[in-house]
């Protein structure tokens, strides 16, 4: 595969901008490659700068779930540009929009837009400390709310519940208030309430984890988080940036029947535009500002043009639910085709699906938490990754990530994916 002009582009892009690209993962660092410019997206394709094609199974982390330059959605969005792009003003778009989110979701009652699912899950946090007036939060060890301070967090040594920052620039002090606990661990939650409940501000989870390969929680464990932040006086958050209007339309919400007091949206909101969202019961989120004392504001937040398309994107989804379907039942012939081929060959490795998200992970489950993934062959992926991208399949560069179908894969695409990751894993087996 001929890579030559996104070599150029990078060795370019490395003078200006950190590692030559605005998102880590881009970098194809652990993957052990560099990284592939894109030029366009058709339905399930992408291409890049050297003009070869993939199946793409990024979907732009999500927000891709109607393909990729899908017409309808696109469709005047001319008039839209037209009419001016932002105003600082209110618009009557941005109005509909939290309409349509509070009535697909329904544990929320309003709804306040931001600009990416970082600020989403950050505002949500600091609601939620206003409206309890506690300063602590919880987060599970692989979940990844976005990159403000409190959450850049993991798990001390031992049995130290207090966090450490997985980043330069955070000060202790400031993870000092976020607790850090094991995702499906029921035990683990339980003790940290009893240590610390009275000063707990709020639970922040990702329903169904996906940023540590594809996880998601057992409901029991989402059972207990929705009981014990009830009889804490706790704030229960779901972060729905990759589940929401994904794996259901009403997100984890939906799937798992369970309502939390507050739920955080990003990616597929925005159709491809930089949108999030945080919403909540009403008495919380009469907390944030000009309503209350939580102050929280943004210049671009409600752009115009992003909400139109944002809208347009939930109405598509909202107008034929089958898509839902369509998706979950090419993941499920996805994950047969590769747990036979893993069954063929004889490869360590285990296919992980939950809906239309998928994981393969190279190592043995059950995977049910950070510790357990950890102990996967993240070499092997990088070569496995760069297998199938030479076959023309564009798969998440780093090993725990998830594949992201979307309502344009086809049978086709799913034939010819199952046929490369045959080939692909023979060939590094
Ligand atoms: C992507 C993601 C975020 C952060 O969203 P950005 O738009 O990248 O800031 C937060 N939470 C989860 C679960 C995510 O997957």
Redesign the pocket.
């Known amino acids: 595969m001929n890579l030559e002009k996104s070599k150029q582009i990078y060795e370019e892009g490395i003078k200006y901008i950190p590692g030559g690209v605005n ?1 880590p993962v881009r970098a194809f660092k652990s993957v052990n490659s560099s990284p592939v410019f894109i030029s366009k997206g058709y339905k399930s394709k992408i291409q890049d700068e050297d003009g070869n094609a993939y199946i793409d199974y990024i979907g732009s ?2 927000p891709a779930i109607l393909g990729h330059s899908n017409e309808e959605l696109m469709e005047g969005i001319e008039d839209i540009i037209r009419d001016g792009l932002s105003f600082g003003l209110p618009t009557k778009i941005e109005v509909d929009m939290a309409k349509l989110m509070v009535e697909s979701y329904p544990a929320i009652d309003m709804v306040r837009m931001v600009n ?6 950050m505002s949500a946090i600091r609601v939620a400390r206003g409206y309890t007036n506690k300063n602590k939060i919880i987060k599970f060890e692989g ?5 403000s301070d409190s959450l850049l967090v993991k798990s001390g040594s031992g049995t130290i519940t207090y966090g450490v920052p997985t980043s330069l620039g955070v000060p202790e002090e400031i993870v000092r208030n976020t607790l850090v606990c094991r995702y499906n661990d029921l035990h683990d939650i339980k003790k940290t309430f009893e240590e610390h409940g009275s000063d707990i501000a709020a639970i922040i989870v ?1 329903p169904v984890a ?2 540590m390969g594809l996880v998601a929680a057992t409901p029991e464990f989402l059972k207990e988080l929705r009981e014990i932040t009830k009889e804490y006086n706790s704030v229960l958050i779901f ?1 729905e ?2 589940t929401g209007f994904r794996i259901a339309y009403g997100g984890a919400s939906e799937v798992y029947a369970i309502e939390p007091d507050m739920a ?1 949206f ?2 597929i909101i925005g159709g491809g535009f ?1 949108v ?1 969202a945080y919403g909540g019961k009403k008495e919380i989120m009469e907390m944030v500002s000009p309503l209350g004392g939580v102050y929280q504001a943004g210049t671009l937040s409600g752009n115009p043009l992003a909400m139109h398309i944002g809208y347009k994107n939930i109405k598509l989804l909202q107008r034929d639910k089958s898509i839902y379907d369509y998706m979950e039942k090419m993941a499920i012939k996805l994950e047969k085709g590769i747990s036979e081929n893993i069954e063929k060959l004889g490869i360590n490795a285990t296919i992980v699906r939950f809906k239309n998200m998928l994981t393969l992970f190279f190592g043995k489950g059950p995977f049910n938490n950070y510790d357990d993934v950890q102990k996967c062959d993240t070499e092997l992926y990088a070569k496995y990754f760069r297998e199938m991208l030479n076959r023309g399949i564009m798969l998440p560069p780093a090993q725990f990530e998830c594949m992201f179908l979307s309502a344009e894969h086809t049978e086709e695409d799913l034939e010819y994916t199952i046929k490369s990751n045959y080939e692909s894993l023979k060939a590094i087996k």
Do not use: L
């Open positions: 998102s982390w999500g990416s699912g970082t600020e989403a899950t979940c990844y709310h976005g990159h990702e996906g940023n972060d940036v990759i955080c990003g990616k930089p999030g």
